[in-house]
């Protein structure tokens, strides 16, 4: 069964414009959860880490909120770039150390057009 | 700069042949990871290591196998490749804080 749902499946936005990409999830336990970028044809790239019960997170024009009692997570890009186009990945950490395992959600596609 | 390198970036394979994917790490990390993607699904783990010259299973290690000769390199190997293992692999690894992907190896089985 999968344990990390990610919404919409994909999007398309117009440059500038702002999105959110939602993360749900049934991973017990739930340490920290990561969004990835993954460009096509390349490999991840980690864009944020949230660790605590409610957590938010900044890194340029992304932000990250966590809220592990609802088990949801969001991505929101602001004034999204062509550059943005790509896939992003949320995966659960169910340990803080390197014997957890990670849970991959099959990830949101999302498209800039100009 | 960390890197972790996979090769070959891509390759085709006949069912019933070996393949044996290669991963290289200058993280110095402990951790290394196989993991294969297929379209439309989350990434799946097939083995790992913490340690030169062991391996652990993962979720899904049937038809694989693989090999931690020293702690930099770490190679996935497909025995006898099946159809059903056409996907990209993806080779990671870990550090106490941090994740590093490969670029990823495209697999057709044929």
């Known amino acids: 069964k999968t344990q990390v749902e990610q919404s919409p499946q994909s999007l398309v936005v117009r440059q500038g414009e702002n999105c959110v990409l939602q993360?749900?999830?049934?991973?017990?336990?739930?340490?920290?959860l990561r969004w990835f970028k993954q460009d096509t044809g390349k490999g991840l790239v980690s864009l944020t880490v949230?660790?605590?019960?409610?957590d938010k997170t900044s890194n340029g024009r992304y932000s990250a909120t966590l809220d592990k009692d609802a088990k949801h997570s969001t991505l929101h890009i602001t004034a999204t770039l062509l550059d943005d186009t790509a896939t992003y990945i949320c995966?659960?950490?169910?340990?803080?150390?390197?014997?957890?395992?990670?849970?991959f959600g099959a990830g949101t596609q999302l498209i800039v057009i100009p | 700069e960390a890197a972790v390198t996979q090769s070959p970036r891509s390759k085709v394979a006949v069912t019933g042949g070996k393949v044996t994917l290669s991963c290289h790490q200058t993280?110095?990390?402990?951790?290394m990871y196989w993991y294969r993607q297929d379209t439309g699904h989350g990434l799946r783990l097939i083995h790992y290591?913490?340690?030169?010259?062991?391996?652990e299973k993962g979720d899904i290690p049937d038809g694989y196998k693989a090999s931690r000769p020293s702690q930099e390199n770490f190679s996935l190997i497909l025995e006898l490749a099946s159809l059903s293992q056409t996907a990209v692999y993806f080779c990671?690894?870990?550090?106490?804080?941090?994740?590093?992907f490969g670029a990823g190896t495209r697999l057709s089985v044929l």
């Open positions: 949230l660790v605590d019960q409610k």
């Open positions: 993360c749900n999830y049934s991973v017990t336990p739930d340490n920290h």
């Open positions: 990671a690894s870990k550090g106490l804080n941090t994740l590093y």
């Open positions: 993280n110095n990390h402990d951790y």
């Open positions: 995966v659960v950490g169910d340990r803080g150390s390197a014997l957890g395992r990670l849970h």
């Open positions: 290591s913490y340690v030169a010259d062991s391996t």
